[in-house]
């Protein structure tokens, strides 16, 4: 099932042409393992465990993950509910993130599974060469992209975001939680039966702090990463405003993630 949304007072549609999203073989190209470690591409997997194709493309999204210098997310949104399966990990915080995605591109609807690149939506189709450009796009870029550098430190996560070198001149910090793995029997809905295996689900976004530019330190206490679930974080610093996301600018992941 890769379809729109429901919206308010219009009928749900199906889109077939989205439905084979992410399901070809992916084999990105390579860039430096320090370069890719200094800038890392931040891919979110907007998904359902009510959703048909959602589990292909999970699997994909696993492939992206052992790539050097991309940092996969799942987001589990909740808008197909009401088909006969409750995602366990769904949030609407993560239905409203996406849906604020769709409108930087002027779009009403939304559809699972969606991949979003460093910020910058995009349907991305299942075919190698569309996949690659993606990538290639988000790495042509790394030249306007923020170093961030995160490490533990005794019960305390600190964060360096460096200069930064493009337009954005201000853009929040956030902590991810993630949970890295986990498999889900499904008990309902299109997938009944069916076993449903996760990868790197956020949990949760909480704002650290506002970068303006220039070289800030930032510290938080690690238990703001161990909520229910999760056993790993992430750092990204994206711009936005008014709860709207934009271009992720930069990203760490917590040691051994």
Same mark, same amino acid.
């Given at each position: 099932?890769?379809? +729109?949304?429901?919206?308010? !007072?219009?009928?749900?549609?199906?889109?077939?042409?989205?439905?084979?999203?992410l399901?070809?073989?992916? &084999?990105? $190209?390579?860039t430096?393992?320090?370069?890719g470690?200094?800038h890392?591409?931040? /891919?979110?997997?907007?998904?359902?465990?009510?959703?048909?194709?959602?589990?292909? &493309?999970?699997?994909?999204? $696993?492939?992206?993950?052992?790539?050097?210098g991309?940092?996969?997310?799942? @987001?589990? /949104?909740?808008?197909?509910?009401?088909?006969g399966?409750?995602?366990?990990y769904?949030?609407a915080a @993560?239905?409203?993130r996406?849906?604020?995605? *769709?409108?930087?591109?002027?779009?009403?609807?939304v559809?699972?599974?969606?991949?979003?690149?460093n910020?910058? +939506?995009?349907?991305?189709r299942?075919d !190698?060469i569309?996949?690659? !450009?993606a990538?290639?796009r988000?790495?042509a870029s790394? *030249?306007?992209?923020?170093?961030?550098k995160?490490w533990?430190?005794?019960d305390?996560?600190?964060?360096?975001?460096?200069t $930064?070198t493009?337009?954005?001149?201000?853009a929040?910090?956030w902590?991810?939680?993630v949970?890295?793995?986990?498999?889900?029997?499904?008990?309902?809905?299109?997938?009944?039966?069916q076993? @449903?295996?996760y990868i790197?689900?956020?949990?949760?976004?909480? !704002?650290? $702090?506002?970068?303006?530019?220039?070289?800030?330190?930032?510290? /938080?206490p690690?238990?703001?990463?161990r909520v229910?679930? &999760?056993d790993s974080?992430?750092?990204?610093l994206?711009?936005?405003?008014?709860?709207?996301?934009?271009r992720i600018?930069g990203?760490?992941?917590?040691?051994g993630?």
């Amino acid at each position: 099932m890769n379809r +729109p949304a429901p919206q308010p !007072r219009s009928r749900r549609t199906a889109t077939l042409g989205l439905a084979l999203l992410l399901l070809g073989t992916l &084999a990105g $190209g390579s860039t430096p393992a320090e370069a890719g470690e200094r800038h890392p591409v931040v /891919i979110e997997l907007y998904t359902s465990q009510g959703c048909a194709s959602c589990q292909p &493309a999970s699997r994909v999204l $696993g492939d992206f993950a052992r790539e050097p210098g991309v940092i996969a997310l799942t @987001f589990p /949104i909740t808008y197909w509910d009401y088909l006969g399966w409750k995602d366990a990990y769904g949030q609407a915080a @993560f239905t409203a993130r996406q849906r604020a995605y *769709a409108s930087l591109r002027g779009e009403r609807q939304v559809f699972t599974p969606q991949a979003i690149v460093n910020g910058e +939506p995009s349907m991305i189709r299942s075919d !190698r060469i569309s996949l690659e !450009r993606a990538l290639r796009r988000a790495r042509a870029s790394s *030249a306007s992209q923020v170093t961030v550098k995160s490490w533990e430190e005794g019960d305390r996560i600190c964060i360096d975001v460096g200069t $930064g070198t493009g337009p954005e001149a201000q853009a929040d910090l956030w902590l991810l939680p993630v949970m890295r793995r986990r498999r889900v029997s499904i008990g309902g809905g299109e997938n009944k039966g069916q076993v @449903f295996d996760y990868i790197n689900v956020v949990r949760g976004m909480q !704002r650290i $702090g506002t970068w303006t530019g220039r070289p800030e330190h930032f510290e /938080i206490p690690r238990h703001a990463a161990r909520v229910p679930e &999760a056993d790993s974080y992430v750092v990204v610093l994206q711009g936005g405003n008014d709860g709207r996301p934009s271009r992720i600018l930069g990203a760490a992941k917590a040691p051994g993630f």
